[in-house]
């Protein structure tokens, strides 16, 4: 586990250097929290997170979805619920930092892919969308191009556990195979899918075991 040390951090200072402060604690953060939803409520309120790139974390809290399968609201509640889950979690993974990062910015395509057509609202690739705008985030602090491509890749590919196990046609467990880890896929799709309000967790544990199976008879 990578912990960054940093200076004090000015959450109304608005710099470059100050940007770069944030970008490190929250680093910290998903790695050091057992609820990192704390830090990210408090921190949604302060000046510094209205600003690029943090922002396109904020525009999660005006993106609305489906009551229906996300009954706990709008992609901000929801990813606050995703990045708790991968805290109890994350010590299953290979890398717990590629990990918390895919976990927050797992739905960051969402505001620029949902859609609400007459009381039905979709949010069709966001996944892909997600990707190259994570990848766009994390260069504002890293220059590290593997790691911002693991943490991308986990993102493109992490709706693959619904593909798979309902028959899909969005379904690609070869291409998947070939970009991403798919036991990692398998981890932070199942705290997606537990990062909901009134969820069956026996039926997602069930669900990522059908997907692994299928990935690995493929």
């Known amino acids: 586990m990578q912990v960054l040390k940093q200076k004090e951090l000015n959450y109304d200072l608005l710099s470059e250097d100050n940007k770069k402060l944030l970008l ?15 830090y990210f409520n408090f921190l949604a309120d302060t000046k510094i997170f209205k600003e690029y790139p943090f922002n396109m974390l904020l525009r999660l809290r005006e993106t ?43 739905d960051i395509g969402k505001p620029d892919t949902t859609r609400n057509k007459k009381g039905k609202i979709t949010s069709y ?31 493109r590919w ?38 909901r309000t009134n969820v069956n967790v026996v039926g997602e544990k069930k669900n990522i075991e059908i997907f692994l199976q299928r990935c690995e008879n493929f």
Request: hydrophobic share 40%; proline share 3%.
């Open 64 to 106: 609305e979805q489906s009551p229906q399968h996300h009954p706990e609201g709008n992609v901000w509640n929801h990813t606050m619920l995703v990045v708790d889950q991968a805290a109890k979690q994350k010590h299953k993974s290979k890398n717990e930092r590629i990990f918390m990062w895919a976990a927050l910015l797992h």
């Open 158 to 195: 992490h709706m693959q556990i619904l593909h798979v196990v309902k028959n899909l046609p969005f379904a690609d467990i070869e291409s998947m195979k070939k970009e991403s880890d798919v036991k990692e896929v398998a981890l932070l799709g199942y705290c997606d899918r537990l990062g």
């Open 24 to 38: 490190y604690e929250i680093n910290n953060h998903l790695l050091l929290d057992e609820k990192p939803s704390e």
């Open 125 to 155: 690739d966001h996944e892909k969308v997600g990707a190259d705008l994570a990848k766009n985030f994390l260069r504002e602090f890293s220059e590290d191009e593997i790691f911002i491509s693991k943490i991308s890749s986990l993102i």
